[in-house]
């Protein structure tokens, strides 16, 4: 963890890839994501209509779920990390306090998903926020994406932070065509200045996703939350 420019806590990958910023706090306006990656996963919370519960699968800092604490408290959010000790790591050093809605789990993501697909539980959102390489490199199965999808509930939506460019390249194609081989409509929000972008994956048709109802929620949230949702609505959805 690192204290930049005397206004940002950082944890970042690796001591020598400084600008590879894993989570970020702008202690001047700590209810607002600083990241860009993350104020697009954010985004989902304009494109579904009505979530009732969230999962995150990784923690970092905390930046998305808390996002969804300060903003959605009658949510119900589980959160999932391999590593139980980040949840201590991020409500000592970035401001994340689980609410009364908050369950936080200590156990590895492949092996959540399977127990959670097995017994039935469903999920509005899901957002897949884990390194890359992983233990098993994870990721880079279609099962595990079949899980993702059987998680699901109807209409939900999927969200998972990809790298792209340089040695990530071949597994973001992977991820994408396993995207494509199980949900009925896959689109991207893309980020300015990194290789990162947000993957989505619903059955909801695209003129669903993207309509009058979802842009009347974006300008309302824009509103609430700080993060300008009705120019992500209008610039930064690719569909695949």
Same mark, same amino acid.
């Given at each position: 963890? =690192?204290?930049?420019?005397?206004?940002?806590?950082? !944890?970042?990958?690796?001591?020598? *890839?400084?600008?590879? #910023?894993?989570?970020?706090?702008?202690?001047?306006?700590? *209810?607002?994501?600083?990241?860009? &990656?993350?104020?697009? +996963?954010?985004?989902?919370?304009?494109?579904?209509?009505?979530?009732?519960?969230? =999962?995150?699968?990784?923690?970092?800092?905390?930046? %998305?779920?808390?996002?969804?604490?300060?903003?959605?408290?009658?949510?119900?959010?589980?959160? #999932?990390? %391999?590593?139980?000790?980040?949840?201590?790591?991020?409500?000592?050093?970035?401001?994340?306090?689980?609410?009364?809605?908050?369950?936080? #789990?200590?156990?590895?993501?492949?092996?959540?998903?399977?127990?959670?697909?097995?017994?039935?539980?469903?999920?509005?959102?899901?957002?897949?926020?884990?390194? +890359?390489?992983?233990?098993?490199? !994870?990721?880079? /199965?279609?099962?595990?994406?079949?899980? #993702?999808?059987?998680? =699901? @509930?109807?209409?939900?939506?999927?969200?998972? /932070?990809?790298?792209?460019?340089?040695?990530? @390249?071949?597994?973001?194609? *992977?991820?994408?065509?396993?995207?494509?081989? !199980?949900?009925?409509?896959?689109?991207? %929000?893309?980020?300015?200045?990194? &290789?990162?972008?947000?993957?989505?994956?619903?059955?909801?048709?695209?003129?669903?996703?993207?309509?009058?109802?979802?842009?009347?929620? @974006?300008?309302? %949230?824009?509103?609430?939350?700080?993060? /300008?949702?009705?120019?992500?609505?209008?610039?930064?959805?690719?569909?695949?």
């Amino acid at each position: 963890m =690192l204290l930049r420019d005397g206004i940002f806590k950082d !944890i970042q990958f690796t001591k020598k *890839n400084a600008t590879g #910023v894993q989570s970020r706090l702008n202690l001047s306006s700590p *209810n607002i994501p600083e990241l860009e &990656y993350i104020q697009k +996963m954010c985004f989902m919370s304009a494109l579904h209509p009505s979530p009732k519960k969230v =999962l995150f699968l990784g923690m970092g800092g905390g930046s %998305l779920p808390k996002f969804w604490i300060d903003n959605f408290p009658e949510v119900q959010k589980t959160i #999932v990390d %391999l590593r139980p000790l980040m949840f201590q790591v991020a409500q000592e050093h970035f401001e994340f306090m689980p609410d009364a809605n908050t369950r936080l #789990v200590g156990e590895d993501a492949n092996k959540f998903l399977q127990k959670a697909n097995k017994a039935g539980e469903k999920y509005d959102i899901i957002y897949v926020d884990i390194y +890359m390489e992983g233990p098993a490199d !994870i990721q880079n /199965n279609q099962y595990f994406w079949n899980d #993702v999808k059987g998680c =699901l @509930a109807v209409g939900g939506i999927s969200c998972s /932070n990809i790298w792209d460019g340089g040695e990530h @390249a071949i597994k973001a194609g *992977n991820i994408t065509k396993y995207h494509k081989n !199980i949900f009925g409509n896959v689109f991207k %929000l893309t980020n300015q200045g990194t &290789y990162q972008y947000a993957l989505c994956g619903t059955d909801t048709p695209s003129d669903e996703v993207v309509s009058l109802e979802s842009g009347i929620r @974006a300008i309302e %949230l824009t509103g609430k939350t700080n993060l /300008n949702f009705t120019k992500m609505m209008q610039s930064s959805i690719r569909q695949l």
